[in-house]
């Protein structure tokens, strides 16, 4: 039977010695506030955190995650990640998801993705998805997807998408679809290859390429309007609808500008100064998304939130001819219904408190 050892401080960390003498269990449950560095593993050692420890991994330091946990990983360092850990990885670290874990990857870092994982990638980062895992690509970072995985694509990033696995095109980015893939292309920079039965959502003007007489492309009739508007994002028209901001840690955007504006919940905002058919962009109207994950392509800022907000029907406005976001829209007025998650699920803590 394996012998185990509770760590609660640095202290008692640095005290482990450089090797167990048989094969040990580092059992690492400290409390939220303590951050523990890891800078390698003492020989015949096996780290776990768990409940809501937190540590930083070094060198080619190795360790599984539980619970809440949450860990930085840097160099060449090692976690496999399960239930609702978090971690960070930088340089050339890696990591293994499972369950409901997440990770935010970055610099040259790669990860596997199970069950509902979800992973950010920036950098050059990589990251193959199986199963239901999601993930969002910006910059130049790359994805595998196989199964029913899921992918935003931003900026230059680029992912092979097998099997029944899905993906949004944004930006520049580029994917090559094979098997029953299907694919919402949904800028005029983003491309897609086409193989064997793979189907294509023309949105946007973009550049779609068959490599295969069976792959389909579908362009939907894109009517105008805010009716329109609605249906296309699958948001039934009706007196007063449901849309999403995402804001700063304090509920603010436009920080630090005349245009500041707090979405705290509970309050009804109005914008000083409507005149949304001016310019698609800038001052004039509050913008929304029917996606909280939309609003990621305007905010990108540490901490910040995602708000619901209800708005009248009366008080949207659609730009008419052909916007570059066409799945933002102008408000004038709306009242802030609760914190959601990026997916639109109403935070845990505000549920109970309602």
């Known amino acids: 039977m ?55 991994l070094w060198g080619s330091s190795h360790a599984e995650l539980w619970g809440s946990s949450h860990a930085e990983l840097r160099g060449s360092s090692h976690a496999e990640l399960w239930g609702s850990s978090h971690a960070v990885l930088r340089e050339s670290s890696h990591a293994v998801l499972w369950g409901s874990s997440h990770a935010v990857l970055r610099e040259s870092s790669h990860a596997v993705l199970r069950g509902s994982s979800h992973a950010e990638l920036r950098g050059s980062s990589h990251a193959v998805l199986r199963e239901s895992s999601h993930a969002e690509l910006w910059e130049s970072s790359h994805a595998v997807l196989w199964e029913s995985s899921h992918a935003v694509l931003r900026g230059s990033s680029h992912a092979v998408l097998r099997e029944s696995s899905h993906a949004e095109l944004r930006g520049s980015s580029h994917a090559e679809a094979h098997a029953h893939v299907s694919v919402h292309l949904q800028s005029d920079r983003a491309s897609v290859l086409l193989f064997a039965f ?49 804001v700063s840690v304090d509920f603010k955007t436009q920080e630090g500008t005349e245009n500041e504006t707090l979405w705290e919940i509970g309050t009804t905002v109005v914008h000083p100064n409507w005149n949304p058919k001016e310019d698609e962009c800038g001052a004039g109207k509050f913008h929304a998304c029917a996606t909280p994950y939309f609003c990621d392509d305007f905010r990108d800022k540490k901490d910040d939130r995602y708000v619901a907000i209800e708005v009248a029907k009366k008080d949207l406005y659609v730009w008419p001819d052909n916007p570059s976001y066409p799945y933002k829209i102008a408000f004038r007025t709306g009242t802030v219904l609760y914190e959601c998650d990026k997916f639109g699920n109403q935070k845990e803590e505000l549920q109970k408190a309602v």
Not at 35 to 52: A, D, E, M, R
Not at 214 to 230: M, N
């Open 198 to 246: 793979a189907v294509c959502f023309q949105l946007a003007k973009g550049k779609i390429t068959k490599k295969s007489k069976t792959a389909t492309v579908i362009k939907p009739p894109l009517k105008k309007g805010v009716d329109a508007w609605l249906n296309t994002h699958g948001i039934t028209p009706a007196t007063k609808v449901t849309l999403f901001k995402r």
């Open 2 to 56: 394996a012998k185990e050892i509770i760590i609660k401080t640095q202290k008692e960390w640095d005290a482990l010695p450089e090797a167990f003498e048989g094969f040990t269990v580092v059992k690492v449950d400290t409390k939220p506030e303590v951050l523990l560095t890891i800078t390698s593993v003492p020989k015949n050692g096996h780290v776990v955190l768990w409940g809501s420890s937190h540590a930083v």
